[in-house]
């Protein structure tokens, strides 16, 4: 399985979701790759930012080596499932796909909840970091039912 998650910049939400999964699908046995991006460009080529990798370090997981880039339509043939974190990420994304088949593979990571923007509040990071982290488990956890 192939998996793409997706924020606004690549270097908050997204990237924490790419770390978070890829490390439980892991754990699971199971053989996914994951990746992230953003659907806007502002932080192509950089790393994460400073606040989610270390969030990320608290929690024993290393994002540090990831490099952000942009979404891109090509991304709707290659991944299986993409998720999104809050409904300006899900309308982006699904503005840019071209058929049915494509639209149902783009959800919320949550589910139903969104997962807020913490870029201009340094207190959402660690309620983020849960959250993601919550999100990625009930997704393992409904595949191996
Ligand atoms: P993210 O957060 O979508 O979780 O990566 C943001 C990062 C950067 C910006 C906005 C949101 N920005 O406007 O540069």
């Known amino acids: 399985m192939k998996i793409l998650m997706v924020c606004l910049g690549n270097i908050c939400r997204s990237p924490l979701a790419h770390g978070i999964m890829e490390k439980q699908a892991k754990e699971a046995g199971l053989d996914w790759e994951v990746d992230s991006a953003g659907t806007g460009n502002w932080h192509v080529g950089e790393p994460p930012d400073h606040r989610s990798v270390a969030i990320a370090k608290k929690y024993n997981l290393d994002i540090s080596g990831q490099c952000c880039r942009v979404f891109s339509p090509k991304d709707f043939e290659y991944y299986d499932r993409i998720y999104v974190m809050d409904r300006s990420n899900l309308n982006d994304v699904l503005d840019m796909a071209k058929t049915e088949e494509q639209r149902k593979k783009v959800k919320l990571l949550l589910g139903d909840e969104i997962v807020p923007d913490p870029y201009y ?24 039912r």
């Open 121 to 144: 509040d340094n207190a959402l990071f660690d309620p983020v970091y849960r959250m993601i982290e919550e999100g990625c488990k009930k997704i393992i956890d409904a595949e191996q």
